[in-house]
């Protein structure tokens, strides 16, 4: 069974930082991608960075040049050092991996459960 689990959300003051993490556990075979997406409430997710196995990174407009997405590859591990926050980028924050499991028929995505981040004016 595949799990991802969050950490670092919280309240900031705009201008300020935090850093999100979420480690994937299972039985890994492969991590093909894993990223950070945002919803807010009456709004679909979006796609806020991602990050390939081959370290290929991709980043929202919105978030160019304050959001850095890296990965540790010793504990499976993304994360989002976000600096520089804005109210706008007030969200529930959810991490997703495309990774394959050990028993399973094929590749697939899977999410966290999504944590608070609250940018006050």
């Known amino acids: 069974q595949g799990q991802l689990v969050e950490s670092g959300g919280g309240l900031v003051q705009a201008g300020g930082s935090l850093r999100l993490s979420c480690a994937a556990s299972?039985?890994?075979?492969?991590?093909?991608?894993m990223g950070w997406y945002r919803q807010v409430s009456g709004k679909q997710r979006e796609m806020v960075a991602t990050?390939?196995?081959?370290?290929?990174?991709n980043y929202a407009d919105s978030v160019k040049g304050r959001f850095t997405i890296s990965r540790d590859y010793a504990k499976n591990t993304v994360h989002l050092q976000m600096n520089s926050l804005k109210p706008e980028d007030t969200a529930v924050y959810y991490c997703?991996?495309?990774?394959?499991?050990?028993?399973?028929?094929?590749?697939?995505?899977?999410w966290g459960q999504g944590t608070q981040v609250t940018v006050s004016s």
């Open positions: 997703n991996t495309n990774m394959w499991l050990a028993g399973a028929i094929s590749n697939d995505y899977y």
């Open positions: 299972g039985t890994i075979r492969s991590i093909i991608s």
């Open positions: 990050i390939a196995r081959g370290g290929e990174t």
